[in-house]
């Protein structure tokens, strides 16, 4: 027997080597893989025979194949050729070098196809279609429904996932046994677990899927309420935090070195910050401020204080690229002064690091580096990007660390208060006084050699004063970096190079790069020996270059809009007037008017605000996990659901102040809580 929390490779189906990329995926347990939810449904709901088939049109179909051919084509390329016939006709199916489909696909093979109908030699066809083949107990779940699309790893599939999770369904469903109270699902209208879980991977329509989620996004916040009531109690106990007294005069001789002056939002987090880190009580603060806004700055103030003070500081941020940039900043910033930075990757770590001061590095330092019980602060950049690795800063608290979280998700005030009450919250609401605002546009495609050309005019006369500088987004194919994203880059950059731009010096950069290349290209790029960076989303988060003014981005509307605004923020941030260019295919005024915001809104919550308005259901968690805070269900921005589930912890606990009556519940929420045992 089974159960959520048992191991995911206790299934006698998942063995080691899926065990290791569910990993990856986060997924240890039966009920992690459960949580995995899918982040979009592929609508294949129309079920049609094939005389009715229109091109162009998504759909199902029900046939049998009765034809099936291995070709090889004059160029050497293999093509498989299948035909699927039911009472009204035959239609072909297409693959290319999948030649093991030949003992899959044998004529005869009841089979459910599903697709967009294309042309292949001029006649209807699928190419690369879903498939599932028909007996009467399998379970039905690629074809003919709304299908769900997950997050992948290399190696690993939805339609793997979407099989083991429909068996794991379908056994493990007396298990999942629910944990909220009644009376709140009742009064909310809300889906049980087991029928809420059972329905947000394969929901028979979307309003099926949208009461599930709500159910998900109900669960979560309230337990991330409880969480932050019962992490408050517990700090309030605590007092035995590094009290860092902050050498005021060499932190304003520091500040009147730079080369800019601090914005007022500046000056006043920072102020907040140095009173927290005064105290003997562990400071727990947000730092929440738009892409741009110049977080890093205050964190390397605190830092700096810190150092004076004779404590240690650690900096983590969530890609080695981040890492890497904030690694070069920071040294170049406190080198002056003598204090000098370690930095750790998962392939590349300085000896001793112990022996600095300050360390510098992305999550993998929270597995090879302990710091000594001088660590006096841990900053988390970008830390909604974190998600389950953030259960790692885990380790250091023994240390009592003073914490800063950084991120640029915007959270009004009053929301973060509600959402975070154990979080003291510090707002960069003001940007430096330089800026201009980045002027964006939708190019369609008929204009895209044209802005080529402006933008390599752009460039060749820039060169003359200042350099400027240009990233091009290539698609986001799946929702992580996988080698098909990777390879979209690499060709990018060979058409760019050979028959687009040539003449001009182009650089590629993309998360399978080995860390020594993605440090050159940055470098190279840093001193504009490179004009244009062709790049996978990776420059998404935190990078900084302010005399990169243009950013294209290729299929924009795959991106969430969340996501968009943070690869925006990648220019716009020198006083140069940058530019977006939103290239899309797309004529779909449904997906021009979503894109069309960016061209109207400046500001992230904005942005935010408009995108849970309008986002349809069938997208809803396009955006979702990459702009919110670590959330999987739950909107940030969903205010009055935030309200309804504060109001809810409340009264939880004030009837029942350790949740006694409701151990289930109680052991959701310590595991969320992430200084869990000193509250037992
Ligand atoms: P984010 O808040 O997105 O992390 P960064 O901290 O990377 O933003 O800052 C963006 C850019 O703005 C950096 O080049 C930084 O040096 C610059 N910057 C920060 N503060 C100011 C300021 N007060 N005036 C002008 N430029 C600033
Ligand atoms: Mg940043």
Redesign the pocket.
Known sequence: MFELSSKVDTLAMIGPVYRKLLEKLGINTIGDLLYHVPFRYENYSLVSKINQLQPGETVSVHGRITDFKNIYTRTGKKLQKAKLSDETGEISLIWFNQTFLSSILIPGTELTVAGEVKFYERRLAFIVPQYEIYTNNSLHIHTAGLIPVYPETKGLTSKWLRAKIAVILKRLNPEIREFLPPTLLEAYNLPVLKEALGNIHFPKDYKQAESARRRMAFEELLIIQLAAAFRKKALDRQSNAKMITVDEKSLAAFIKSLP????RA?ERALSEILGDIKRDKPMLRLLS?????????VAVLAVFATCLAGYKSILLAPTEILASQHYRTISKLLDPWGIKIAYITSREKTARPEDYPVTVGTHALLYNYSPGNDLGLLII?EQHRFGVEQRAVLSLKNKQPHVLS?T?TPIPRTIGMTLFADLDLSL?DEM???RLAVKTYIVKTEKREAAYGWIKEKILKSRHNSPEQVFIICPFIEASETLATVKSANEEYDRLGKDVLPGLNLGLLHGRLKPAEKSAVLAKFQNKEIDILVATPIVEV?I?F?SATVILIEAADRFGLAQLHQLR?RVG??NLQSYCLLFTESREAKVLDRLNTLTRFRQGHELAEYDLKMRGPGEFFGTRQHGGLGLKFADFSDLSLIKKTRSEAVKLLKQDPELKSSSLLRDKVLAYTIIKDTID
């Not at 800019?260 to 914005?263: E, I, P, V």
């Not at 401020?289 to 700055?297: E, F, M, N, R």
């Open positions: 800019f002056q601090l914005t500046q401020g738009d892409v741009g806004s110049g977080k890093t700055i950049d950084m640029a960069i430096p006084r330089n935190g900084d302010p923020g941030r020198g």
